[in-house]
């Protein structure tokens, strides 16, 4: 069982920048990969990006790269989602979600943290 607790949201302006973070606790993540969703209000969830608990490899989504920047803090268990340059189309609610490795299904969840970005 892994535990995710999402934070950092808000309200920001576009081109502004924000960092979100996800506390994660319960198993050992080394055999995990941490991966960042968003879903906007009448959008399917989206997929923004992840990263490979043991050796920090990370991927990103096309319509991110470039922007955001995911990272990890070993001793503080927790990922981070940098978010450079925030567009309106970046608004939803961002999830940190923990799958194992060699799986494509992530079977852990937070509780998500809403990012709103004016224009």
């Known amino acids: 069982q892994v535990q995710l607790v999402e934070s950092g949201g808000g309200l920001v302006q576009a081109g502004d920048s924000l960092r979100l973070s996800c506390a994660a606790s319960g198993r050992t993540l080394s055999s995990y990969t941490l991966g960042w969703f968003r879903q906007a209000p009448g959008k399917e969830r989206e997929f923004v990006g992840r990263?490979?608990?043991?050796?920090?490899?990370?991927y990103y989504a096309d319509s991110v790269k470039g922007r955001f920047t995911i990272s990890r803090d070993v001793v503080k268990n927790t990922v981070y989602l940098q978010m450079n340059s925030l567009r309106p189309e970046d608004t939803a609610v961002y999830y940190c979600?923990?799958?194992?490795?060699?799986?494509?299904?992530?079977?852990?969840w937070g509780q998500g943290t809403q990012v709103t970005v004016s224009s």
């Open positions: 979600a923990a799958s194992f490795v060699g799986s494509s299904n992530y079977g852990f």
């Open positions: 990263i490979r608990w043991n050796g920090g490899a990370t």
